[in-house]
Nanobody
Framework: QVHLVESGGGLVQAGGSLRLSCAASGRIFSIDSMGWYRQTPGKQRELVAAITSGGRTNYADSVKGRFTISRDNAKNTVYLQMMRLKPEDTAVYYC?????????WGQGTQVTVSS
């Protein structure tokens, strides 16, 4: 079993920054992809950013140039640095970790961007 603990969400003004963290613990031999998704009420959960075990990244078009995903394999932790935040970035952000063949989800952390 793998347990994910997210941190770093909160309230910020438009133009501000936040950094999300997600630490994985438990029976982990190796982690494949890690990522962040977000969801707002009434909408489907959407990919924000992902990073492979080799460091290859993928971003949603809406966050390119503003968000940066990174990972620390020694700590089994993935980060999401969010800059120049916009009100439309307001959502619950979920960490996603693939330990094959299972994909694990964090509990979610609220990010609210005020205008």
């Amino acid at each position: 079993q793998v347990h994910l603990v997210e941190s770093g969400g909160g309230l910020v003004q438009a133009g501000g920054s936040l950094r999300l963290s997600c630490a994985a613990s438990g029976r982990i031999f190796s982690i494949d992809s890690m990522g962040w998704y977000r969801q707002t009420p009434g909408k489907q959960r959407e990919l924000v950013a992902a990073i492979t075990s080799g460091g290859r990244t993928n971003y949603a078009d809406s966050v390119k140039g503003r968000f940066t995903i990174s990972r620390d394999n020694a700590k089994n932790t993935v980060y999401l640095q969010m800059m120049r935040l916009k009100p439309e970035d307001t959502a619950v952000y979920y960490c996603n970790v693939e330990v094959r063949p299972i994909v694990y989800w964090g509990q979610g952390t609220q990010v609210t961007v005020s205008s």
